[in-house]
């Protein structure tokens, strides 16, 4: 698993130095539409029932307003329509801005 060395914010694109010196970038947009979280994707139960994750697919206007490391595995972003649920790993976040 790479880490992030270095985020920035950049027009609207969150700019990621990797620690193997790769970059990626990612739209703000994307980023909030790939939110792993139970509100965005929903959450299934253990008898298979799906709950949540009926809302809103784009996010046009969206910017990340600031983020924060959480542990050594992930980011979580806080956006501009208030959404800060979804934790990115950094594996995900990774594969995320390779899509």
Not at 10 to 23: F, H, L, M
Not at 77 to 90: A, I, K, P, V, W
Request: aromatic fraction near 12%; charged fraction near 20%; charge should be negative.
């Amino acid at each position: 698993m790479h880490a992030p060395t270095n985020l920035q914010l950049i027009g609207s694109e969150v700019a990621i130095v990797w620690d193997d010196g790769a970059e990626s970038y990612v739209t703000f947009e994307k980023l909030r539409a790939g939110s792993p979280s139970a509100a965005n994707i929903g959450e299934t139960d253990i008898l298979g029932n799906k709950y949540g994750g009926d809302g809103p697919k784009k996010f046009p206007g969206v910017h990340v307003v600031s983020w924060a490391i959480v542990g050594n595995y992930a980011v979580r972003f806080n956006f501009s329509d208030g959404h800060n649920t979804g934790l990115y790993s950094y594996d995900y976040l990774r594969r995320l801005a390779a899509t």
